[in-house]
């Protein structure tokens, strides 16, 4: 369930998750996410014994909520220092390129 929050993170390289809705630009990740989810869902169905999660203690549960929430915070910003970093490389870059090009431009 991480990966396909953390997934929701990567569609749009630069761009943050909150400015734009994923699932409405990219019609084939939605139906993918949700059909992984289901399959997950449905294995466990069959595969858990039944009354088996009702043995496992409530912070679990919290723990299995909150984690891709937090997966998601996590890639966010390592998103944000990565659009940093490539916007001062970009910079750099066309420093280099516009410095080489007026050196053997004529005058």
């Given at each position: 369930l991480c990966v396909i929050v953390c997934s929701t993170s990567f569609l749009f390289g630069k761009m943050p998750v909150l400015r734009s809705n994923p699932a409405e630009k990219n019609i084939v990740w939605a139906i993918t996410s949700l059909s992984c989810i289901a399959i997950v869902f449905i294995y466990l169905h069959f595969a858990l014994e039944t009354g088996?999660?009702?043995?496992?203690?409530?912070?679990?549960?919290?723990?299995?909520?909150?984690?891709?929430?937090?997966s998601l915070v996590v890639c966010e910003v390592v998103k944000k220092r990565d659009r940093k970093f490539q916007d001062k490389a970009e910079a750099f870059r066309r420093l280099q390129f516009e410095t080489r090009l007026g050196m053997w431009s004529p005058k």
């Open positions: 088996s999660l009702k043995a496992l203690p409530w912070y679990f549960y919290v723990i299995s909520l909150i984690s891709p929430l937090v």
